[in-house]
């Protein structure tokens, strides 16, 4: 069969390639055309567009970058009805998403979104069009089945967390020794991953840099995002206590003490490999007021959200500053506060399901195709 897959960012990118392994395994005719990043392009797929290209974060960036985007959407559409897929896979990123699944509608293209839009956070009045124009809905948060069926009557199918699964095949294969390869030396590791997008990695790098003068018992090394550039980093190294290793991030979680993290993704990644954080967000003001007027969440971490509870400490806009990131700091390296976390941690893993997500997700996949088509 033919799947065309679009994924606009990081942790897309990695979802997506572990599902096309899947659907490999189980279609051994499998052709594939996508939109994502370098994870989905080695596994040996035909990439249309990169994320790093896809990717602008708030209201106003949006609004600023409007006329690429159109572009983009009707760039992908005649793509689409060229390559004619037997499958249309959506993984997450809704703006330019949801767009796509409307015109596959009408086009009587068969639809499946793999990790829902967070729409029990924001917008949730997108059931409507989520109804309207998907075939199939696959999720990985717990609570998101009861969101779906429960309150919009909607079905889905949970098919747990692929990260859980990303994880542990990481830490089943042999690695290099992190210190060594790196030069570093016997300190405690603390871990800054910044987030994947340019707009975002500016603003808070520079706030989790603060912490490092005050601590040299520690080395402070920075996870560089796999859509950007290494040299991108260097404006931002001015301290010989700071390091940087590029698409290297679950080898630097594997061996970290503790980590500041931006808000998404990662704050899981970091709580699977059982790393204490403080969590941070900053945007762009005008996009920050608007957001939380229309924002429903307690909580901005995956790790809060999915425990409905306080397990880490998340440090917004004003909040975001080097007082506040000191404090925090210094709660997660050493004492009570540690040893709840790294508890915490254990309730957060049992609550996300076993392994095999991406298997679950490809199977599934080729039944309701398959059931479609006899019905």
Not at 175 to 204: C, H, M, V, W
Not at 335 to 350: A, N, P, Q, V
Request: hydrophobic share 40%; net charge positive.
């Amino acid at each position: 069969m033919k799947y065309y897959i679009i994924a606009g960012e990081a942790s897309g990118d990695l979802h997506g390639a572990n599902l096309i392994k899947a659907l490999k395994e189980k279609d051994d005719k499998a052709e594939f055309r996508f939109w994502g990043g370098d994870l989905m392009q080695k596994a040996g797929v035909t990439l249309v567009k990169h994320y790093k290209d896809l990717a602008f974060m708030g209201f106003v960036e949006v609004i600023q970058n409007l006329n690429t985007i159109l572009k983009n959407i009707a760039f992908c559409k005649k793509d689409i009805e060229s390559y004619q897929p037997d499958m249309l896979i959506f993984i997450d990123y809704p703006g330019f998403n949801m767009r796509i699944a409307k015109w596959a509608k009408q086009k009587r293209i068969e639809t499946h979104y793999y990790i829902s839009p967070q729409i029990w956070a924001w917008k949730e009045n997108r059931i409507k069009a989520i109804k309207r124009d998907v075939d199939f809905m696959y999720v990985i948060l717990p609570f998101e089945k009861d969101f779906y069926e429960k309150k919009h009557n909607f079905p889905v199918t949970f098919v747990g967390h692929p990260l859980i699964d990303e994880i542990e095949n990481f830490r089943s294969k042999q690695k290099e020794d992190f210190r060594e390869k790196y030069n570093l030396d016997d300190r405690p590791i603390i871990a800054l991953l910044p987030g994947s997008r340019k707009q975002e990695i500016t603003r808070l790098l520079v706030e989790m840099l603060t912490v490092i003068k005050k601590h040299p018992e520690y080395q402070f090394v920075i996870a560089g995002a796999p859509g950007q550039e290494p040299e991108f980093y260097k404006q931002f190294i001015k301290n010989n206590n700071t390091f940087f290793v590029s698409n290297d991030t679950y080898s630097l979680l594997d061996v970290a003490h503790a980590a500041l993290v931006t808000s998404g993704t990662a704050t899981l990644e970091t709580a699977l490999f059982k790393v204490p954080q403080v969590v941070l967000y900053k945007g762009n003001q005008i996009s920050y007021e608007i957001a939380k007027r229309i924002i429903t969440l307690k909580y901005i971490s995956l790790v809060n959200l999915i425990m409905d509870d306080d397990i880490v400490v998340e440090l917004i806009q004003r909040d975001c500053n080097p007082q506040r990131i000191e404090k925090e700091f210094k709660k997660i390296v050493k004492g009570e506060f540690r040893s709840k976390i790294l508890l915490d941690y254990e309730k957060l893993i049992h609550n996300l399901g076993g392994q095999g997500a991406s298997n679950l997700a490809a199977a599934e996949m080729l039944k309701n195709h398959f059931d479609k088509i006899v019905m």
